[in-house]
T-cell receptor, first 111, second 114 residues
Framework: GENVEQHPSTLSVQEGDSAVIKCTYS??????FPWYKQELGKRPQLIID?????GEKKDQRIAVTLNKTAKHFSLHITETQPEDSAVYFC??????????FGAGTRLFVKA | ETGVTQSPTHLIKTRGQQVTLRCSSQ?????VSWYQQALGQGPQFIFQ???????GRGNFPPRFSGLQFPNYSSELNVNALELDDSALYLC?????????????FGPGTRLTVL
């Protein structure tokens, strides 16, 4: 069945360092891969997304890469700041409508 | 913040009862998806409605049902509540266009089943 695996489950970095979160998906029909940030007690918010016909996308300090052959995609945050601390979820869209989320990565950025 | 609202914010029910959760989509959106997010886990897809029709369903039993109204607001109904149904229930609205539709989440309804 459809599955998205996300690693690591917890990530602690020093302010200014980079953070990398990796995801693997199972359904080769997946064609859209959004990333969400969820702060404690708040709703998930889209931070970046990538379509299957693109290998990399960047938005200021955030970048996402996609390897369709390996079914891997990753989130890269550079120059991390304390306000980046949150839970990050990767997701894969299957069949144009079914969003499968990873289990989440809790990122701690230490000042 | 998005224009998606949900009610109620919190709800406490007992096992076996029924519950209805409500979602008001962002203006102009015609698609709504519902998710269950257990504590410490990622959201799990329950189902999606597009123009008042169920468009797809995740691995949830039939006691989870929904409706979408002509104004694109939506309801999630859960019958015969079980303890494991305790979770945050999120709805997300989008405007179906090319299949790469950004979803805007509501703040969620936290359901506790005792």
């Amino acid at each position: 069945g459809e599955n998205v695996e996300q690693h690591p489950s917890t990530l602690s970095v020093q302010e200014g360092d980079s953070a990398v979160i990796k995801c693997t998906y199972s359904d080769s029909a997946s064609n859209y891969f959004p990333w969400y940030k969820q702060e404690l007690g708040k709703r998930p918010q889209l931070i970046i997304d990538i379509r299957s016909n693109v290998g990399e996308k960047k938005d200021q300090r955030i970048a996402v890469t996609l390897n369709k052959t390996a079914k891997h995609f990753s989130l890269h945050i550079t120059e991390t700041q304390p306000e980046d601390s949150a839970v990050y979820f990767c997701a894969a869209i299957v069949g144009g409508f079914k969003t499968i989320f990873g289990a989440g990565t809790r990122l701690f950025v230490k000042a | 913040e998005t224009g998606v609202t949900q009610s109620p914010t919190h709800l406490i029910k007992t096992r076996g009862q029924q519950v209805t959760l409500r979602c008001s989509s962002q203006s102009g959106h015609n698609t709504v998806s519902w998710y269950q997010q257990a504590l410490g886990q990622g959201p799990q897809f329950i189902f999606q409605y597009y123009r008042e029709e169920e468009n797809g369903r995740g691995n949830f039993p039939p006691r989870f049902s929904g409706l979408q109204f002509p104004n694109y607001s939506s309801e999630l109904n859960v019958n015969a509540l079980e303890l494991d149904d305790s979770a945050l229930y999120l709805c997300a609205s989008s405007l179906r266009s090319d299949g790469f539709d950004e979803q805007f989440f509501g703040p969620g309804t936290r359901l506790t089943v005792l």
